[in-house]
């Protein structure tokens, strides 16, 4: 999931995240927790924040850069 700071709120929204070598796709069961893409499980993953956070809306699909992305 993703924390993304708009508009003066804080938008929380399952979303997919990716850079120019790999992409995290969103878990949809029941029993996955939503983890934050800036939580230090990603780190590893993305390097320091150079991805795209992408978060579905309700008609279309809204990309957002990593630093627009907020921590728990």
Do not use: Q, W
């Amino acid at each position: 999931m993703a924390l993304v700071a708009h508009r003066g709120r804080v938008v929380i929204r399952r979303c997919f995240a990716a850079d120019v070598a790999r992409m995290v796709m969103p878990a949809f069961s029941a029993y996955t927790g939503g983890i934050n893409m800036r939580d230090a499980l990603f780190a590893d993953v993305f390097d320091r924040l150079n991805f795209t956070t992408h978060m579905l809306g309700e008609n279309r699909l809204y990309a957002f850069a990593a630093k627009r992305c907020v921590r728990d």
